[in-house]
Structure formats: structure tokens, C-alpha cells
């Protein structure tokens, strides 16, 4: 399965800060953005992964993970001439998707929770797609789903104005090696973009949709409002002081996958090491850590 980032747009509603820089480079707490949905997909077991990102902010990018070497993964970089949409994704990835299943992760979401991993690995589907669902008290800001008694989902519904669930959508999709051409039969929407949800209702018409509920206690965050940049900044940086452990740091996933072995991992950290982020991978070496 590949993993795809979509980290595009304009990052509107972080202007001023994004007119210079990619939002997903914006810093939330001790790590930028990308590093969250990264760490995400690389839970979920991918090892490929393509970062979709406009042509200003490619080389940024590729400047800050490379070829994805040293986290024991293969980084692909693909640019997106404008912003159309979150299913145009699909399209700009087609030939690096090649037949393939994958999983796109919105590059402004924050996922974290005991377990999350094995959740995730757990939950590929090897056929149609599945969406996960979270539960929130205003479901009115979200696209949510809704499901029969026997939780299967029913419909999809961006923004309710009246209550059918408190099931949000969280920006994380597993989809098969139809994706490509389901996201190519999609006409634009009023805002003249390929929606997701769209895309999404193509394989509930195909009774193809699955859905899982993300267990209580996983943490879902989407970054990229000024408030809730800065709760996710502000929760990143209570947990890791309170629990000693980082949150969404790749490189220590990759060593704990045996993806890269204890020198590569003392080589980053001595690399990091006038940070607290490299210290704390050199820490971690400690067999009592």
C-alpha cells in the first residue's frame, strides 16, 4: 500500500504566516506539520509515500526529508499545479499509484492514540475503501457519515444543518487501485473542486464503503485554524513533557519498525543533537528508556 500527503493549497486561513511558507512547514510544537501525517502513514505500515505539494514548495520539502533514506522509507515528490480539490490527489498520484492500493493523509491532521498503529495496519481494506469516524460534539462542522444499527455506512453528508451523526470524518482514507478512475469521472463542485466526499460516495453507491470507528481516547486534530494550531501545539507539548515520549517523531518509528538500525538512528540524533528532538533520539537508544 502507498502512502500519499496531500500538503498543497494556500493555507488561507493561517495568513499572514502561509504567505511565505507552506503551511504544512509551520511549526506545531518541537516538529513542522508534515511530520504529523507522516508519522501517521508510516504507522500504518507504508514505506512508500509520495508528498503532493505546489511547485513553489517542493524543493522546501524536499530539502527538509530527502529521499526518505534515512528513515528507512522511499519519499516521492509530486506537484500539484493548483489547488482542485482533495480527490485531485488521486489524479496527480495515478501513475505513481500504478495499480496500487494507498492511503491519503491530509497534511494538516494529527492523529495520536495507545494502539494507533496496529488500528491502522488492522484496517486496510484489500478492496473498495474505508473512512474512519470520530466522534464529536459539533458535527455540523465536519463531513460526517452516518450508519444503520448494524454500523455500516449509509450516507455521506459534508456539514449537516440538522443532526444525522456525530460521526466526523477525520482526514484519513484508505482506498483501493479504483481511486484514480472514480476521482477522474468526478465533475467539480460549486467551489470548482473535486471533493472527497464525492469520491467517497462513489463506493458507498458500489456498497464498497467501509467504516471504522476510531476507539475513545485517539486524539484527532486538524491544524490548520490559528486556534487549533495552537491546542495542538499546546497538547503536543503537555504530553511529551508529562509522558517523556515524543509524539509523531519518524525517525523513532522507523527504528522501532526495524526500518533503520541503532548507528543510523545515533547518526541522526548526533546530526539533531543541538536540539532537544536529537537528543531525545540518542535517549531512546537506552535500553531502560
Known amino acids: 500500500m502507498k502512502g500519499l500527503i496531500l500538503a498543497g493549497g494556500t493555507g488561507s486561513r493561517l495568513w499572514p504566516i502561509t504567505l511565505g511558507v507552506s503551511k504544512q512547514l509551520v511549526p506545531v510544537y518541537d516538529k513542522p506539520m508534515i ?27 524536499q530539502r527538509l526529508l530527502g529521499d526518505g533514506s534515512h528513515l528507512g522509507i522511499s519519499l516521492t515528490y509530486l506537484k500539484q499545479d493548483s489547488p482542485k480539490g482533495l480527490a485531485d490527489a488521486y489524479l496527480v498520484a495515478e501513475d505513481y499509484i500504478s495499480g496500487d492500493a494507498s492511503c491519503l493523509a491530509l497534511g494538516d491532521n494529527l492523529f495520536y492514540g495507545q494502539g494507533l498503529g496496529t488500528n491502522l495496519r488492522k484496517s486496510s481494506p484489500s478492496t473498495g475503501a474505508l473512512v474512519f469516524g470520530y466522534r464529536v460534539s459539533n458535527p455540523q462542522d465536519y463531513g460526517v457519515v452516518q450508519t444503520d444499527p448494524q454500523g455500516k455506512p449509509i450516507s455521506l453528508i459534508e456539514k449537516p444543518l440538522t443532526y444525522v451523526s456525530n460521526l466526523a470524518i ?117 535500553p531502560r528508556k
Open 35 to 61: 511530520y504529523y501525517p507522516l508519522s501517521t502513514l508510516m504507522l500504518a505500515g507504508c514505506r512508500e509515500i509520495a508528498i503532493i505539494t505546489s511547485e513553489n514548495d517542493l524543493s522546501s520539502f
Open 170 to 286: 477525520p482526514g484519513l482514507y484508505f482506498m483501493d487501485s479504483s481511486a484514480p478512475e472514480r476521482a477522474a469521472r468526478l465533475k467539480p463542485s460549486s467551489r470548482g473542486e473535486l471533493e472527497i466526499i464525492d469520491l467517497l460516495n462513489s463506493y458507498l453507491q458500489d456498497d464498497a464503503l467501509e467504516i471504522s470507528v476510531l476507539p475513545r481516547g485517539t486524539v484527532w486534530l486538524d491544524t490548520g485554524g490559528f486556534d487549533s494550531l495552537a491546542e495542538a501545539t499546546e497538547y503536543v507539548k503537555v504530553v511529551q513533557k508529562r509522558e517523556g515520549r515524543m509524539i509523531a517523531s519518524p525517525e523513532e518509528i522507523a527504528w522501532r519498525m526495524g526500518w533503520i538500525s541503532d548507528k543510523q538512528l545515533e547518526v541522526r540524533g548526533k546530526e539533531l543533537l543541538r536540539s532537544g528532538y536529537g537528543l531525545y533520539l540518542l535517549e531512546i537508544l537506552d
